[in-house]
């Protein structure tokens, strides 16, 4: 069975600060895991993913995310953060080993301050 | 990237009615559309998937006399609430991949997302 972790309810960042939003998943064999953003009364918005190669990868709006395996982290960020990344972020995995289903985590509300 | 379309947005029924949800693929084919529930401030609960032209795969614990899913054609598939109490009052969200032929090697698009509201 696959799994997703996000320890954090919710985190709270100052405006311009860089944010972090932790993410550990488990799967059998190599995994393929994804940032989707969710805002209020909508559907999730693809950010990022990671499938294969460089460790760290970058998605849209400035995000990015660093594969670590031994750590099996995924952890999403950004250098500088801004009041219109509030959201509600989430992490998925789908398990390279077969299979359609993409396991999410809880989900994390991002609150960036002025 | 892929549009997915969900319709309605929002809707309130009463009690003992059903209600019909649409998701549609834009700009290509699905063959299989997925379909989740999203309760207040928690994550998506996976309740069946979604295949064209044959019967919907459910998950655990989901009714499917209740949720009933059709997958008519390769860019719609509807779920449809039937006899609709309040406990179903939730968001339903729907999401489907493109392409096809690199099965869970590319990400998911989702709908919108539809409030269902039972009163």
């Known amino acids: 069975a696959q799994s997703v972790a996000q320890p954090e309810d919710q985190v709270n960042v100052a405006e311009g600060n860089p944010l972090t939003v932790k993410c550990t998943y488990s799967?059998?064999?190599?995994?393929?895991l994804f940032w989707y953003v969710q805002y209020p009364n909508r559907g999730l918005q693809f950010l990022l993913k990671?499938?294969?190669?460089?460790?760290l990868v970058k998605g849209s709006y400035g995000f990015e995310a660093e594969f670590n395996k031994s750590q099996t982290s995924f952890h999403l960020k950004k250098p500088s953060a801004l009041v219109s990344d509030s959201a509600l972020y989430f992490c998925?995995?789908?398990?390279?080993?077969?299979?359609?289903?993409?396991?999410f985590g809880t989900g994390t509300q991002l609150k960036v301050e002025l | 990237g892929a549009v997915v379309s969900q319709h309605p947005s929002r809707v309130i029924c009463k009690s003992g009615t059903s209600v019909k949800i649409e998701c549609r693929s834009l700009?290509?084919?699905?063959?299989?559309m997925f379909w989740y529930r999203q309760f207040p401030k928690q994550s998506l609960m996976l309740m069946a998937t979604?295949?064209?032209?044959?019967?919907?795969?459910?998950e655990q614990g989901v009714e499917k006399d209740k949720f009933l899913i059709n997958h008519a054609s390769l860019t719609l598939s509807t779920l449809t609430v039937t006899s609709a109490h309040p406990e179903d009052s939730s968001f339903y969200i729907c999401?489907?991949?493109?392409?096809?032929?690199?099965?869970?090697?590319?990400?998911?698009?989702f709908g919108q997302g539809t409030r269902l509201t039972v009163v």
């Open positions: 999401s489907a991949r493109d392409p096809e032929t690199r099965p869970g090697n590319t990400e998911a698009f």
């Open positions: 998925a995995v789908r398990s390279t080993g077969g299979g359609n289903k993409l396991t």
């Open positions: 700009d290509f084919q699905a063959t299989t």
């Open positions: 979604s295949n064209e032209g044959s019967k919907a795969t459910y």
């Open positions: 799967v059998s064999g190599n995994p393929y």
């Open positions: 990671y499938i294969t190669g460089d460790n």
